[in-house]
T-cell receptor, first 114, second 112 residues
Framework: KAGVTQTPRYLIKTRGQQVTLSCSPI?????VSWYQQTPGQGLQFLFE???????NKGNFPGRFSGRQFSNSRSEMNVSTLELGDSALYLC???FGQGANYGYTFGSGTRLTVV | AQTVTQSQPEMSVQEAETVTLSCTYD???????LFWYKQPPSRQMILVIR??????QNATENRFSVNFQKAAKSFSLKISDSQLGDAAMYFC?????????FGKGTSLLVTP
């Protein structure tokens, strides 16, 4: 079974630009969530999608948005990039209930804003 | 808001010895999940162990076990027979059922 695939692995963008990151979950997983990891703030929840609907959202400005497609693949978009948006962005697909519940993470996209 | 506290920024253990990483959390919920994730230098987040709050029995996975104290809101991870490959950042996470709230992490160094 293929894992969670995130593309691209690395990105360098200029302040003010926008960026789109992609995440393909494990086949059969319908929930996809996004996290931002920075040295200062640690790991923070961005949002979660299930069956093409955003179910939960973290405390991030509206410049951060996402969507999920019918095949469960998800994209995350950041507009008007700021230097502080430089981070590792992790996607996770979640599975199961009860004893089988958990998250599998992708390898992340390292975004650098210059 | 739920918070997760890992009070040990760094820990060190000798190969083959046992180490315990601490984690406390704050919540008013009664039903939730707790996780320990490991992040080696490759940055890949790897699930170590999971605990369902309604289960009294502490979870175990091979050399990894937890001490879950629900009333005290404590969830520590014990690593037995430590191996060089255990060196990584360890994150404790609380999940009410839809998102992970992570602690700041504990960096574990394993010495030969």
């Amino acid at each position: 079974k293929a894992g969670v695939t995130q593309t691209p692995r690395y990105l360098i963008k200029t302040r003010g630009q926008q960026v789109t990151l992609s995440c393909s979950p494990i086949s059969g997983h319908r929930s996809v969530s996004w996290y931002q990891q920075t040295p200062g703030q640690g790991l923070q929840f961005l949002f979660e999608y299930f069956s093409e609907t955003q179910r939960n959202k973290g405390n991030f400005p509206g410049r951060f948005s996402g969507r999920q497609f019918s095949n469960s693949r998800s994209e995350m978009n950041v507009s008007t990039l700021e230097l502080g948006d430089s981070a590792l962005y992790l996607c996770a697909s979640s599975f199961g209930q009860g004893a089988n519940y958990g998250y599998t993470f992708g390898s992340g996209t390292r975004l650098t804003v210059v | 808001a739920q918070t997760v506290t890992q009070s040990q920024p760094e820990m060190s253990v000798q190969e083959a010895e046992t180490v315990t990483l601490s984690c406390t959390y704050d919540t008013s919920e009664s039903d939730y999940y707790l996780f320990w994730y490991k992040q080696p230098p490759s940055r890949q987040m790897i699930l170590v162990i999971r605990q369902e709050a309604y289960k009294q029995q502490n979870a175990t996975e091979n050399r990894f076990s937890v001490n879950f104290q629900k009333a005290a809101k404590s969830f520590s991870l014990k690593i037995s027979d430590s191996q060089l490959g255990d060196a990584a950042m360890y994150f404790c996470a609380y999940d009410p059922g839809y998102a992970l709230n992570f602690g700041k992490g504990t960096s574990l160094l394993v010495t030969p």
